[in-house]
């Protein structure tokens, strides 16, 4: 091969290599591209700077819980709009690169009968060019992702007999397959409902039965179902035709039940956790197509717990141990074969009823992890069976919100990661950070 062919073939070799190094993710549903909690991009940060992390941008926005989601181009959100009166729901869409507005659609929205009305709670989901995204009293949105036009629109409420719980409609949209399946429960609502991605046109709906905080998930090891955990059943459906493949009645708990975490699966995806305030900590496996329940742990209550009794934050299943966030904001190392405490912590998060952190998985080896707490710090740590290891620690985002039993101003919505940044937002702005090694977005800018 001639010496300048060969350059330009190594040249292109190194071109290629370079690309696929620098690949990133996007996180475009509830917990990230694959909606488990793991972040796969790789060059990233070890420490934080002495002085803190230095914003790429920020934009000013409403109240809210509703996690950002990411895509290539843009980052999307949901809020109460800027008023402190309003009575209307926005979802917004921003330049990734820059934080400036794309658009935003904005509809009426009284709330009635919620409790932490802040503002809306459930993700916007992305999907093949439109955002789905679903309000705190059952409004239902397909909106192109680009312009924010409205495609169709569904009352939950109204057109299904949805009934808003204590805590608002917040179980984000789920879509797969053409399907958009999301939580519809009440005393006569279906507990899950999919609709035609395209018209929103009704392709089939689930028994009837409250519902819950839980977004509808997908279990690995179970292509072609969906597992929904409403308020008294988990069941697996068909997404196909919503036959129910296989259910089991949640046990009735004082003084509620929450059923707000999603699915924790294993590696392999044929096991996954359940953890509840009240009602402890369960694990299922996959065994010819039936989901059997290994273990059940519950304490006493809600200050006498056992296993782990989790809210808001989902845990973190690496290898054999799963970690979590306790009731009374603990976090605890627990064995995956049988629930037993290995170690306990009350470094993460200040303790108090609900206290809440975020665990982000980064990649699918190793132990480390990446944690926003309800008081904004962001936490760079490795989780082992020996305990918990801090690397570093600093702010990333301020609280703003008052709640019961609580000193301190919290922040309680998601983070996104993406583009090798983190997107966080409190009731006042939306904000990205860069956690590339080399300081920069390492695909695009």
Same mark, same amino acid.
């Given at each position: 091969?001639?010496?300048? %062919?060969?350059?330009?073939?190594?040249?292109?070799?190194?071109?290629?290599?370079?690309?696929?190094?620098?690949?990133?993710?996007?996180?475009?549903?509830?917990?990230?591209?694959?909606?488990?909690?793991?972040?796969?991009?790789?060059?990233?940060?070890?420490?934080?700077?002495?002085?803190?992390?230095? %914003?790429?941008?920020?934009?000013?926005?409403?109240?809210?819980?509703?996690?950002?989601?990411? $895509?290539?181009?843009?980052?999307?959100?949901?809020?109460?709009?800027?008023?402190?009166?309003?009575?209307?729901?926005?979802?917004?869409?921003?330049?990734?690169?820059?934080?400036?507005?794309?658009?935003?659609?904005?509809?009426?929205?009284?709330?009635?009968?919620?409790?932490?009305?802040?503002?809306? *709670?459930?993700?916007?989901?992305?999907?093949?060019?439109?955002?789905?995204?679903?309000? $705190?009293?059952?409004?239902?949105?397909?909106?192109?992702?680009?312009?924010?036009? =409205?495609?169709?629109?569904?009352?939950?409420?109204?057109?299904?007999?949805?009934? =808003?719980?204590?805590?608002?409609?917040?179980?984000?949209?789920? =879509?797969?397959?053409?399907?958009?399946?999301?939580?519809?429960?009440?005393?006569?609502?279906?507990?899950?409902?999919?609709?035609?991605?395209?018209?929103?046109?009704?392709?089939?709906? #689930?028994?009837?039965?409250?519902?819950?905080?839980?977004?509808?998930?997908?279990?690995?090891?179970?292509? #072609?179902?969906?597992?929904?955990?409403?308020?008294?059943?988990? *069941?697996?459906?068909?997404?196909?035709?919503?036959?129910?493949?296989?259910?089991?009645?949640?046990?009735?708990?004082?003084?509620?039940?929450?059923?707000?975490?999603?699915?924790?699966?294993?590696?392999?995806?044929?096991?996954?956790?359940?953890?509840?305030?009240?009602?402890?900590?369960? %694990?299922?496996?996959?065994?010819?197509?039936?989901?059997?329940?290994?273990?059940?742990?519950?304490?006493?209550?809600?200050?006498?717990?056992?296993?782990?009794?989790?809210?808001?934050?989902?845990?973190?299943?690496?290898?054999?141990?799963?970690?979590?966030?306790?009731?009374?904001?603990?976090?605890?190392?627990?064995?995956?074969?049988?629930?037993?405490?290995?170690?306990?912590?009350?470094?993460?998060?200040?303790?108090?009823?609900?206290?809440?952190?975020?665990?982000?998985?980064?990649?699918?080896?190793?132990?480390?992890?990446?944690?926003?707490?309800?008081? #904004?710090?962001?936490?760079?740590?490795?989780?082992?069976?020996?305990?918990?290891?801090?690397?570093?620690?600093?702010?990333?985002?301020?609280?703003?919100?008052?709640?019961?039993?609580?000193?301190?101003?919290? =922040?309680?919505?998601?983070?996104?990661?993406?583009?090798?940044?983190?997107?966080?937002?409190?009731?006042?702005?939306?904000?990205?950070?860069?956690?590339?090694?080399?300081?920069?977005?390492?695909?695009?800018?």
């Amino acid at each position: 091969m001639p010496v300048q %062919r060969f350059q330009r073939f190594v040249g292109v070799l190194l071109l290629l290599n370079s690309t696929t190094l620098l690949r990133a993710d996007t996180w475009p549903q509830w917990r990230g591209e694959k909606s488990d909690g793991i972040w796969r991009e790789t060059g990233l940060i070890d420490s934080f700077p002495a002085d803190g992390l230095q %914003r790429k941008w920020s934009a000013p926005i409403g109240p809210g819980y509703c996690g950002p989601t990411v $895509t290539e181009e843009k980052v999307y959100l949901m809020d109460r709009g800027l008023e402190s009166d309003s009575e209307e729901e926005r979802v917004l869409c921003f330049d990734r690169h820059t934080g400036e507005p794309v658009w935003t659609f904005a509809y009426s929205s009284v709330y009635e009968g919620v409790a932490y009305d802040a503002g809306p *709670r459930a993700s916007v989901t992305l999907s093949r060019g439109t955002a789905f995204s679903l309000g $705190t009293m059952g409004h239902l949105h397909a909106l192109d992702a680009e312009t924010g036009e =409205v495609l169709w629109k569904r009352n939950l409420v109204e057109e299904f007999r949805a009934e =808003v719980p204590t805590w608002g409609v917040s179980a984000a949209p789920l =879509v797969i397959n053409g399907r958009v399946i999301v939580q519809s429960g009440g005393t006569a609502g279906p507990a899950a409902l999919a609709l035609d991605a395209e018209t929103g046109e009704e392709l089939w709906r #689930g028994p009837a039965d409250r519902m819950s905080y839980s977004a509808p998930t997908i279990p690995p090891a179970a292509p #072609g179902t969906v597992i929904v955990w409403s308020d008294s059943y988990l *069941r697996s459906f068909s997404i196909g035709d919503g036959k129910v493949i296989w259910e089991v009645e949640s046990p009735k708990v004082r003084p509620f039940a929450s059923r707000v975490q999603s699915p924790v699966f294993n590696r392999t995806g044929d096991s996954f956790i359940l953890s509840d305030f009240n009602d402890g900590t369960r %694990r299922f496996d996959l065994e010819d197509k039936t989901w059997n329940e290994a273990w059940h742990v519950r304490g006493k209550n809600e200050r006498n717990t056992e296993g782990l009794h989790s809210l808001i934050g989902s845990p973190a299943w690496i290898d054999d141990h799963f970690y979590g966030i306790d009731s009374y904001g603990s976090l605890i190392g627990l064995k995956a074969s049988d629930s037993s405490r290995v170690w306990k912590t009350d470094s993460v998060v200040p303790l108090s009823r609900w206290s809440t952190a975020f665990i982000i998985r980064e990649g699918e080896q190793g132990n480390r992890v990446w944690i926003l707490n309800e008081v #904004g710090e962001f936490i760079l740590a490795e989780l082992t069976p020996e305990g918990f290891q801090e690397m570093d620690r600093t702010q990333l985002i301020a609280g703003t919100q008052e709640v019961k039993q609580r000193e301190h101003l919290i =922040v309680w919505s998601h983070p996104a990661f993406a583009h090798r940044h983190v997107y966080a937002r409190n009731d006042r702005e939306l904000i990205a950070v860069s956690l590339a090694a080399d300081g920069v977005n390492g695909r695009t800018e």
